[in-house]
C-alpha cells in the first residue's frame, strides 16, 4: 500500500498534465480519491525516478573508468578522486539537503503508515509530492559537483574524457 501511494505521489509530480493538487484539495472527496486512488502504473513513474538516478551513476562511473584509463590511476588513486567529491564543500552542503529533504519525504511515508485515514494520508501524498520536484534537483546538483571534480582532476591530468 505504501508503495502504490508513493507511486501516487511520484506520478503526480511527473504529470505535467495532473491537476495542481494542494493540502485543500485533500478536503474535497472527488480530489481526495483522485490523489488516493491505487494504480499499478504509476509505479512506473517511480521506476522512471530510479532509473534516472541509476543511469547518473552508470554515467559517473564510466567517467571515472575513463579517467583511472586515461590518466593510469591506481585503485588508491581512483579513490582518492571519489573521496573528493563526497570531502567536497559544495558537495557536503548539497548532500545535507538532499537528506533533509528526503528525511521530511520519510516523515510522510511513517505518517501514512500509522494512519489508515484517507484525510491525513491524502496530504501526506500532496507533501510528497510537493518535495519530489526539490529531492530530484538536489541530487541532480550533487552529480553536477561530482562531474566537475572529476573533469577537474582530468584536466589536472592533462587527459581528456571526451570520446
Known sequence: MISLLLATAAMIAADPDMPNYTLASCDNPAMRAKILEPDPEKL???????SRGAAKEAEMDALMTKLATRAHLSAEQRAEVAMKS???PEFQAEFEKGMALVGSMLGHVEAIARSKEEVPNCRAIVQMMESLPAIEANADRQWAIMRKIVD???ARRGVTLAD
Open 44 to 50: 512506473a513513474s517511480l521506476d522512471a525516478m530510479k
Open 86 to 88: 563526497f570531502q567536497s
Open 152 to 154: 577537474d582532476e582530468a
